[in-house]
DNA sequence: AAAGTTTACAACCGCGAGAGT
DNA sequence: TACTCTCGCGGTTGTAAACTT
């Protein structure tokens, strides 16, 4: 009997790896015939010396008769994307929004091509940003009540924050940080409270999201007066910040908008503008080359495609999702630090991981009550 | 051209959930 | 309740093909 095997397997000596096409050709015939049934009963009746854990794997990833097979196109690995940024590693959930793939099949993809694609893009997005940083400080400093990061547990409680001409971004894992910046680590967890916006640009009911971001937890878009003056001022415009989707390598929000862009609308800041959605995950606008890396820890994916230029329900998120932040910011009491006596808490501002560095020569915005 | 390395993806493994007994 | 069986999932490994040196 085999060291390991399925307990299905131990019976009886079952070949192993890849499969022949004479096999196949068993497998094929016995089900088109009679269905799967008991996939322990399968190699028996259809005269194969494999455990019926192979012969269902076999067949749903590689037999089924309505597997697309092929590369994936464009418009596939932006679904994928925005999908695992939405859903993490839930590879069936998200093969199910893939008509004619496998789980398999998504996540071979995203290990081996996407993955690296992003890591690389935000490699570059991340020197982009670094020689980007006079002129955003600059600008930050026009507004610096919401440029900047926050933090925020599991009680919606905003735990840390830090403003932006208090970072440093490493250009390059080589590009040593200028004197006197320490790490930090933006150790957070996710935020069940409020407003998802990067979901609320798409169908919420069409995903299978974590409770805390399930369309009951996200307020409908009301066209209220201001909103639609929003919407008219931008007319085609789209809106898109980046990272505050829950991702397995950050869920820090980015409080800021578009540093090329200081206007501001009935009080909240005007949101990043990208032009070229369509390309997943090469957007080049310098809105979302500013708003990623930033907004990441490790990297939070980027979000494209979906997000077309005529669709104008983001904008009214986000604006839900700024207002929903500034009154957090307006009603600090309200606030808890990563010190505090919530015993729910499991996060310390040290050590740290991510690739920040916080100025101590600036003045400290955390929130520290 | 051969050897070495990387990539793409097929296949395996262990685990957990759920149903049945 | 405890046990077994089956199925499905996600992480991981194995390997043929493609690519590089």
Redesign the pocket.
Known sequence: M????????NKQK??????SPEE?EKLIRHITAYG???????PRLAGLQ?????C???W???LRPDLK????SPQEAALIIDLHNI??????????HLPGR????V???W???IK?KLMAQNLSDMAAVSSDLASISNLTNSRSTFQGFCSINQNSNLIQTAQMDQIYIPAAQNNPPPPGFDQVNFNTSLLPGLPSFPISSLDSSAYDLPPAWTPSEYQQPQLIDHQQQFIKQEETSMFITGGAAPTQFSNQLPLMGAYEDTSVINGMPKLGEMTNGNDYGMCSSSALQVLEPVSASGFSGFHSGLYASDMQVPAVSHIQFIQSLMSAFNSSSSFSSSSSSSPSLSMSPLPCSGPFLLNPNQPSSWVNP
């Not at 085999?2 to 397997?9: E, I, K, P, V």
């Not at 079952?14 to 499969?19: A, E, F, H, P, Y």
């Not at 799967?36 to 399968?42: D, F, I, L």
């Not at 097979?69 to 994936?72: D, K, N, P, V």
């Open positions: 085999g060291h390991g095997h399925h307990t299905c397997c079952v070949k192993r790896g890849l499969w196949d799967h049934g008991c996939w322990s009963a399968v494999r455990c019926g854990k192979s269902r794997l076999r749903i990833n590689y097979r092929g590369s994936f859903l993490g590693n839930k590879w069936a959930q998200i093969a199910k496998t789980d398999n099949e996540k071979n993809f290990n081996s091509s690296k």
